[in-house]
């Protein structure tokens, strides 16, 4: 099979060499032929040394590689990368699972298909293109995702129509790719949860904070906790099970907080301490009273490009002096980002500044991030895109 050939600029070969798996737009000489977006096309030095193969795409980022090795792009390589990232999931505990059978398959430049994310949600996969090359190869990564996952697999739920880069024209909507049975329960640690897969945020849940709820949990005992963002009540139904005196939750979405009180009728039936509120997050501390002595912080990316940076920063540090200030003496604060273009360094300053600010005595308990099945790519640290502080607040 031949492709189209991508040729780099002299010395613009290094970050391919160092594994890094993308290729941006101003490193090209010349392309042969003509690629279509989506495309696969081999890439080579100004020397014609051959690099990588990987899919071609209109924008900054003109290639994402699928392999450094000169191969074929056919259902055996799916199935070989599915195959790979399943039994990485099977030794961590996560598939197969008895108390939990929610967890992320595959992530992108995590797992070598940069492009593609796929969640588990008991027996439906639902898979999130992010690239033009991985919508081509819908149907192929569907047929390997059922050879790989056999009778545990049932439905495939393609959920890329707000993913694709608009450009594309590809006119995508959301659908079953294969079966069509609909669960909208999942179980995580033992906890069920509604999952809108459909409608709902990235794939439905976040499973990225799995590993945090449950060292929330462990710090719960005997407070009063405000799930800040809560979205479905993620932390909440931990904060719950971890005897918290009183949980509120709080979104500027009345969906969100639908499916959270949905989610804690699911888990703890007619339980009084737990209210939720639709409201916006500045609002709501401007009238609380210093009443909790947990906060979780976990606000939507605020940066999603380098562009907003600044305002984002701000927008972090505002929001983490306000906890600081209503936060009781001995309190606990989970506060997060996950803003890909926030690195731990800045995120971290940023709540340093919001603590100075406030004058109060702050110590470090964790350092957080996201959990195994969400890997990091050694040669892409952008990969490591939630960051997230524990602290204790005198």
């Known amino acids: 099979m031949s492709y189209h050939s991508v040729i780099l600029k002299p010395k613009k070969e290094e970050s391919l060499q160092r594994f890094h798996p993308w290729i941006f737009s101003g490193a090209i000489q010349t392309i042969e032929g003509t690629p279509e977006e989506g495309d696969l096309v081999e890439v080579y030095t100004a020397n014609r040394y051959f690099l990588a193969i990987g899919h071609y795409q209109i924008g900054s980022i003109a290639v994402r590689i699928l392999s450094f090795d000169r191969t074929i792009i056919d259902n055996s390589f799916w199935r070989e990368r599915i195959r790979t990232a399943y039994l990485l999931r099977l030794s961590l505990g996560l598939a197969g699972a008895e108390n939990n059978n929610t967890y992320r398959l595959i992530h992108g430049e995590g797992d070598h298909l940069p492009g593609l994310v796929i969640d588990i949600y008991a027996h439906t996969a639902v898979m999130q293109a992010h690239s033009v090359g991985m919508h081509h190869a819908r149907h192929q990564i569907t047929e390997a995702l059922r050879e790989v996952m056999g009778d545990s697999l049932r439905t495939v ?141 976990d606000p939507p990316a605020f940066a999603k490009h380098k562009d907003v940076l600044r305002n984002a920063l701000q927008g972090y540090r505002k929001l983490n002096a306000v906890a600081f200030d209503k936060i009781k003496p001995g309190g606990i604060l989970f506060t997060f980002s996950c803003s890909q273009v926030v690195s731990k360094e800045t995120f971290r300053l ?41 602290l204790h607040v005198e």
């Open 157 to 297: 739920y393609y959920k890329s129509e707000a993913t694709l880069p608009f450009k594309a024209n590809l006119a995508v909507e959301d659908g079953c790719l294969y079966g069509g049975e609909i669960e909208d329960i999942a179980v995580e640690n033992g906890l069920k949860f509604y999952v809108d897969w459909q409608k709902g945020q990235k794939t439905g849940f976040f499973i990225d904070q799995r590993d945090n709820r449950l060292l929330l949990e462990s710090y719960a005992k005997n407070r009063s906790v405000l799930n800040m963002f809560c979205y479905t009540g993620g932390f909440s139904f931990y904060a719950m099970r971890g005897k918290a005196r009183t949980v509120h939750s709080v979104d500027s979405s009345s969906r969100a907080i639908s499916l959270t009180r949905k989610n804690i009728e699911l888990n703890f039936p007619d339980d009084t301490r737990h209210e939720a509120y639709a409201e916006d997050a500045f609002k709501y501390f401007a009238k609380a009273e210093n009443a909790y002595d947990l906060i979780i912080l």
């Open 350 to 390: 940023t709540v340093f500044s919001a603590a100075a600010q406030s004058g109060r005595r702050v110590k470090i308990l964790h350092q957080l991030t996201q959990p195994a099945d969400h890997p990091i790519n050694i040669y892409h640290p952008e990969g490591e895109y939630l960051k997230g502080l524990a």
